[in-house]
């Protein structure tokens, strides 16, 4: 065999010597030729099993107006507080963007009795907060607790009220309610508080403790450093969690820089300081869009209108008045000129992209017409006058259709406001705007001082509109602005909150939605989206309709700014769902 091979290598290479230069060249550009192709195919080959991956590592910078005083979910009230507790803390719940969807955090699972008043959740195991302290179902109970502590002042107290939180054993919790309450889940996202940390402060030096800046949570992200003192922090560099219950985090390092204003901030982002940038106006959209930018739009439970005090103002007691000023505006305009478009305009008090699968829509409003509008008041006995304002001859004197409308001094309020006031004024009516630069809350709002309020509804995704439209929320600290009493509106917003049928509360949406549209207690405009800005640094991130400006930041622990290429046999299982 050996003497085989021998003879047929030295014929192979007489052969090779025999042939001409040329011939020699040929076959030297036929083997370049043959081994090329091979490693092209092999290649190709190899490329068709390769998938792009989330790679552990890199830094992602957000730009935070204003500064954080309050890094814990019971008192957090400010954005930049709500913006690093949805960072550093977990709840038993969180809502994934891209599901749509609340899905488990701490909870391994939950179950709901048969009659919607008590939830039980049990705990995942092996659970710890991010200084290696276990948390369980004390820890729960340790939050509830200080959320419904009435001297802690807690904003989140009204969800909690009444609500019974109790102990099963250390890894199960359940929370009984006095009444069935749709929307009661929703509560459970909230950051759970360690209690090791908190539980020997007294309730008079919790807003004031020091793990109030320095926060110890179970969240995605853990403190990784302060850039300037704890009380006015310039920065803060945040590490990821190893035994955060969703998995470890894929950022080696998110940096969150505060800011005093928006235009410091949105000069930083120009810069290209920072790699997100939230709330932005759309004044700012196309400046960062051309510095590499891309704008995401987030739907929010979250809706502006007119709201009408009739008791402040006869004239807007009249049906007909009410009628032609909602007919006249033109919702399009005021989206297309104040918001470029990054608005939505409705005509109903709920707000479209949060409204049950199937559920009537009677938000799409009517094309402005100021002709009809017009043609209203002409009927209702409202004239114009020589001034050209309409008024209205009554048994004794006239009545001038005359109001003013109060706005806080939001440069988008103000336009939409002025916008409003134009075309009113058009058919008649004598109409100004009030900008209130201080005392807008405890001199305006809370005595409801005013003819007209230009505000907004932050209504939640559970759309519980009990505390908007009920009778018995018109005075402070109820949130019925509009003054609205319907007794027949009172019985569906009851049975809203507390059926778990979704035909029903269909139903009872489509009677509120028809009975709010007969009486017009407030013009609604616009359902505001929320811009943000984020470069190409964020990978893994997702779109959709949220409940506030914070939870933009739920996904975060999904986020990557590194990819690498491997085999589709060594891929994550997860790796095509979660990152595509």
Known sequence: MRDLRATIITKIADAIGNLSSLGRFILGALIVLFVVAVVWLVCDVSASFLVTVPMNGGTVTLGIVGKPRLINPVLAVSVPDKDMDALVYSGLTRWDIKEQKLIP???????????????????KTGLTFQDGTPLTADDILFTVNAIQNPALHSPLAANWAGVTAKKIDAHTVQFILPAPYAPFIENTSVGILPAHTWQKIPAEQFATAASNTRPIGSGPFAIGGITGPANNPSAYALTPFVHFSLGTPHLGRLVVHFFSDTETAATAAENHQIDELSNVSPDQITPLQQRGFFINEFSLPRVFGIFFNQTNSSVLADPAVRQALNTAV?????????????????????????????????????????????????????????????????????????????TAPAPELVATANLLAN??????????????????????????????????????????????????????????????????????LGDMRTTASSTVRQADIAAFNADFARDLPAIMLYEQNLSVGRTETIHGDSVGPIANISERLSDAYRWYAQTEEIWSVFAPKTATASYQ
């Open 105 to 123: 955090d701490l909870a391994e699972s939950w179950a709901i009795s048969p009659d919607d008043t008590v939830y039980t959740f049990i705990l």
């Open 330 to 406: 033109d919702r399009t305009a005021i989206v297309a000129n104040v918001f470029g478009n990054s608005a939505l305009a409705i005509s109903g008090p709920i707000p479209p992209a949060f409204l049950p699968t199937s559920a009537p829509d009677s938000s799409v409003p009517a094309p402005a017409n100021s002709t009809l509008a017009e043609n209203i008041l002409d009927k209702a006995g409202w004239i114009v006058n020589n001034d050209g304002i309409r008024e209205k001859k009554k048994t004794i004197g006239t009545t001038t259709l005359s109001f003013a409308i109060a």
């Open 423 to 492: 075309r009113w004024q058009a058919i008649g009516v004598n109409v100004s705007v009030k900008v209130f630069d201080s005392g807008f809350e405890d001199q305006v709002i809370e005595p409801r001082n005013y003819d007209a309020l230009f505000f907004g509804q932050d209504i939640g995704r559970g759309l519980d509109l009990y505390p908007f439209w009920a009778s018995s929320e018109t005075a402070d600290p109820g949130l019925n602005i509009a003054l609205y009493k319907n007794k027949s509106v009172d019985a569906l």
